[in-house]
Antibody
């Protein structure tokens, strides 16, 4: 059974940093692209970042580019999201997700980690 | 950026057909595939993949769900609608980076 478990969420002040982790199991982690998607309270889904199988290619929307960094450790079956210079608008539930295949849709999602940016 | 537009809400009766639309401002077709996917999200839960590449049923999804479309116009159909289908449905493109539509909330009449 595919499982994705996010950790690292919490309350953080504006301008500070936070690092999310997502531990994967039940599939060959190193063979799949991984994603982070967020959902602000009462709002829709927003793609946050993507990483290819070996970590050599990463992608971000303009809203987080330069502040967030996605990375992965295939030996530890873990994908990370380093979030710097956090803003109130980054408050959301952050999901990690696995691709069926590159660009083919996200067929497994974690339960999400809640991040609140507030003073 | 590719923008996806969905109607905010749809109300249908039990046992009837629900058709949810998603329109993009750019073509999401590439080399014979349409890079459009559909998700279901119930309150308090993570999203679930229903349809990938416009018309392919994801694993474990009942055949009541189907997807069609190409280019810039796509639809998700649920036929017949069951009570458990009340949820918000999102389309998502992966032709150029990744973006989601705003979601369509399906309610029962």
């Amino acid at each position: 059974e595919v499982q994705l478990v996010e950790t690292g969420g919490g309350l953080v002040q504006p301008g500070r940093s936070l690092k999310l982790s997502c531990v994967a199991s039940g599939f060959t982690f190193s063979s799949y692209w991984m994603y982070w998607i967020r959902q602000a309270p009462g709002k829709g889904l927003e793609w946050v970042s993507s990483i290819n199988t070996d970590g050599g290619s990463t992608y971000y929307p303009d809203s987080v580019k330069g502040r967030f960094t996605i990375s992965r450790d295939n030996a530890e079956n873990t994908v990370y999201l380093q979030m710097n210079s956090l803003r109130s608008e980054d408050t959301a539930t952050y999901y990690c997700a696995k691709a069926i295949a590159a660009a083919w849709g996200m067929d497994a999602w974690g339960q999400g980690a809640s991040v609140t940016v507030s003073s | 950026d590719i923008v996806l537009t969905q109607s905010p809400a749809l109300a249908v009766s039990l046992g009837q057909r629900a058709t949810i639309s998603c329109k993009t401002n750019q073509n999401v077709d590439y080399y014979g595939n349409s890079y459009m996917h559909w998700y279901q999200q119930k309150p308090g839960q993570q999203p679930k993949l229903l349809i990938y590449l416009a018309s392919n049923l994801a694993s474990g999804i009942p055949a009541r769900f189907s997807g069609r479309g190409s280019g810039t116009d796509f639809t998700l159909t649920i036929d017949p609608v069951e009570a458990d289908d009340t949820a918000t449905y999102y389309c998502q493109q992966s032709r150029n980076l990744w973006t989601f539509g705003g979601g369509t909330k399906l309610e029962l009449k």
